[in-house]
């Protein structure tokens, strides 16, 4: 539960720094976020055993990354203007939220699947707000 929330923190943060016009660096560093936490859950779908476990370790490694990266960018970003993040909000906030919803309930059931802890240690980086436990 303290992973969720800490990764929901992540994306209010994002969301914060997101705004611009469509297209916008920040509209895509979003999508790009959404698009890594979707492929986290649907790779975490995959794991039923150990030999399953392994073979998702790349895919989990580069949607990992994609991740950073994106967060990365989120945070270099100036803060929008008001109205224009509530537009991001509207748009992107529900789809965030379902992505990661799915993720960590994926985790949850990986958990306890012979070779799923070592597998999520691909995906550290998800889990850690700003490089941070």
């Keep these: 539960?303290?992973?969720?929330?800490?990764?929901?923190?992540?994306?209010l943060a994002a969301l914060a720094f997101l705004g611009a016009g469509e297209g916008s660096p920040y509209e895509k560093t979003l999508q790009q976020m959404i698009a890594s936490a979707d492929?986290?859950?649907?790779?975490?779908?995959?794991?039923?055993?150990?030999?399953?476990?392994?073979?998702?370790k790349p895919d989990l490694r580069k949607a990992n990354t994609t991740w950073v990266e994106a967060r990365d960018?989120?945070?270099?970003?100036?803060p929008p203007e008001r109205d224009e993040k509530i537009r991001l909000e509207k748009l992107y906030k529900p789809k965030l939220e379902e992505?990661?919803?799915?993720?960590?309930?994926?985790?949850r059931r990986v958990e306890v699947i012979p070779g799923g802890k070592d597998a999520l240690k691909e995906i550290a980086g998800v889990?850690?707000?700003d490089g941070k436990s």
């Design 73 to 78: 960018k989120a945070a270099k970003l100036e």
């Design 127 to 129: 889990l850690k707000k």
């Design 39 to 56: 492929s986290i859950g649907k790779t975490l779908k995959t794991i039923m055993d150990e030999d399953t476990a392994m073979a998702s």
């Design 1 to 11: 539960m303290k992973r969720r929330a800490g990764s929901i923190g992540i994306v």
């Design 99 to 107: 992505a990661l919803k799915t993720m960590f309930s994926e985790i």
